[in-house]
C-alpha cells in the first residue's frame, strides 16, 4: 500500500460503505497520458488497466462505458447493443456536470447522477482490475465483478483496437 494518504472521493467512500476491498495506487498524472501513463507508471498491463467513459446517446441520456485501456470502443456496436440510434462521448464539461468528477479522474462509483454502465465483456474475466478512484493520478485494484454488483454494469462486446 502507498505511503500516501488516500483521499476521501465519492468513489472511496462508496466503496467503503458498501465494504469493497480495494488497494490504492498513486502515480503522476500526466495531462492526456491516458493509461499509457498510468500502466507505465505502475508497472501494470495497460489491458488491465480500465477507463471510464461518460458518454451520451442520441437523446442526450447518459451513459458510462468501462473499457480497457488499450482498447476503444465502437459506439456503432454500442449503440446497436443498447437500442438506440446513436451513442457518443461527452464533451470534458458535460462529463463533469453527469459524473461529479474531472476528465482524467472519472470513477464509476459515487457519480453524481445515476447513469447506466456498461463494461467490455472481458474486463470481467481479468483477475484484478485498476479503475479510477475518483482523482487525477489515483486508481484502485478491485476484483471485476465489483462493477457489476456495485453498479448493475451490463456486459457488452464493443471494444476495438486502437
Do not use: W
Request: charged fraction near 25%; glycine fraction near 8%.
Amino acid at each position: 500500500m502507498s505511503a500516501e494518504r488516500v483521499p476521501s472521493t465519492p468513489a472511496v467512500l462508496a466503496l467503503r460503505a458498501a465494504k469493497v476491498e480495494f488497494t490504492p495506487h498513486f502515480y503522476t498524472y500526466e495531462e492526456k497520458g491516458g493509461t499509457a501513463v498510468s500502466s507505465r507508471e505502475l508497472g501494470v498491463d495497460e489491458h488491465a488497466v480500465v477507463k471510464t467513459l461518460v458518454m451520451a446517446d442520441d437523446k442526450a441520456a447518459p451513459l458510462i462505458v468501462l473499457m480497457h485501456g488499450d482498447r476503444k470502443v465502437s459506439t456503432k456496436a454500442l449503440a446497436r447493443t443498447i437500442g438506440v440510434k446513436t451513442v457518443e462521448p461527452c464533451t470534458p464539461e458535460v462529463a463533469q456536470r453527469h459524473s461529479g468528477y474531472r476528465v482524467g479522474g472519472t470513477s464509476p462509483f459515487g457519480t453524481r447522477k445515476k447513469m447506466p454502465v456498461y463494461v467490455e465483456r472481458s474486463v470481467l474475466a481479468l483477475p484484478a482490475i485498476y479503475i479510477n478512484g475518483g482523482s487525477r493520478g489515483f486508481l484502485i485494484r478491485i476484483a471485476p465483478e465489483v462493477v457489476v454488483r456495485l453498479l448493475a454494469a451490463r456486459p457488452v462486446d464493443v471494444a476495438i483496437a486502437r
